[in-house]
């Protein structure tokens, strides 16, 4: 496996549509497999393909706290979308940056799996604002389109806060 170089902001690649996948080949698996290894080493919680350079229709999502769900999806389609949520977010393609944006609070998306078997999957709360977002990039669209009052600079690194939070825990 690899680290891909993530693609930011102002590269063109990143305003294309991706392309459909129509079979699943041993470099596409591969792909997959350093997309996810690229995903985790940058402290993600998803990835399109486009991201990395690749216009075709591919993303890996893993909202879970330990990292250890990840979820391919080849060709996604969203299907249904309900309700509405409203959050800050960042993106590996926008480095230092975050904005707040509103998204769906439940969609339903179905797609192939890394072994182009199809399946359906329903997702709330970050998990259907990843795949709305992660979505997004398969048709060139970045979030910062999407933002309300524009984008911010991130704010001190989550561990600092997080060790904060524990010490005034313990007291």
């Known amino acids: 496996m690899a680290l891909l170089t993530i693609r930011e902001i102002g590269d ?21 497999k350093d997309m996810l290894e690229t995903m985790y080493d940058a402290n993600g919680v998803g990835l399109a393909a486009p991201q990395i350079g690749i216009l075709k229709r591919i993303v890996v999502i893993d909202v879970s706290p330990e990292q250890n769900d990840p979820h ?3 060709n996604p389609v969203i299907i249904e979308q309900d309700g509405e949520q409203d959050g800050m977010e960042g993106c590996l393609s926008v480095p230092g940056k975050i904005g707040e944006v509103i998204r769906p609070a439940h969609v339903k998306t179905k797609a192939f799996d890394e072994n182009m078997q199809p399946f359906e999957i ?7 604002r990843c795949m709305c977002h992660e979505f997004d990039h398969l048709d060139g669209i970045l ?29």
């Open 12 to 32: 063109p690649i990143l305003e294309k549509r991706a392309k459909e996948v129509k079979e699943m080949t041993p470099r596409l698996k591969e792909l997959v």
């Open 72 to 74: 391919v999806f080849i």
């Open 122 to 128: 329903e997702g709330t709360e970050l998990f259907a």
């Open 143 to 171: 979030y910062t389109t999407k933002t309300i009052g524009g984008l911010m600079d991130t704010d001190a690194p989550a561990e600092d806060e997080e060790d904060e939070e524990e010490d005034g825990e313990e007291e």
